[in-house]
């Protein structure tokens, strides 16, 4: 908004909150610091077998969490692929384009988890601190029958299973507004 804390609240307030502040912003970072060394004292005290074992799985993880709403990123303690958690805010922008539909959305990260070496951090400021935060973008691609939830009509199956479902979902709004008559 392109204001100061001290035009907001003025100076003496604007004091108070810078130093709770700082020492809040001292506090997480000796926090996160220390964990991010602990455990990267941990992962270096493996052997180099289990290094590259640990590595690899959480690459693996990495790929198949990539897919399930994670953003990958490289832990600061062990060097191996995290990943992060967020929550999406702001609007989604959706392109369309050669048979395939394009969402787009910020994401918030709140959360960084490390198979590797075990590292996990809460929070935006840690992950700040640790430089595995920043929001980031979710891009996820559906054909337009699948994102609008459009059927084949040539898939007696699934086109089965829907006129069922229609059917029987017709049948309990009648039921539901007819009036029940035992003259």
Known sequence: MGESLESLF????????????????TEVM??????I???AKAFAAKTAVEQLAAAEAARIEG??????RH???TC???GSVATVQGKPFGPQKITHGDGVITV????SPQSFSCPA????????PELEVAEVGGQYTRTIEASPSDFYGLIDPEDRESLSEYLEEEVQERLRHMAEDSEYDND
Do not use: F, I
């Open 117 to 124: 070496c075990g590292l996990k951090l809460e929070g935006y």
């Open 63 to 68: 790929e198949q969490l990539a897919h399930k």
């Open 37 to 39: 060394a602990t455990h």
């Open 104 to 107: 787009k959305q910020a994401v």
């Open 76 to 78: 600061p303690a062990c």
């Open 30 to 35: 000796g926090k996160v610091m220390r964990a």
């Open 10 to 25: 003025g100076p003496d307030e604007a004091a108070v909150a810078n130093e709770v502040l700082s020492k809040s912003h």
């Open 71 to 73: 953003h990958r990123v």
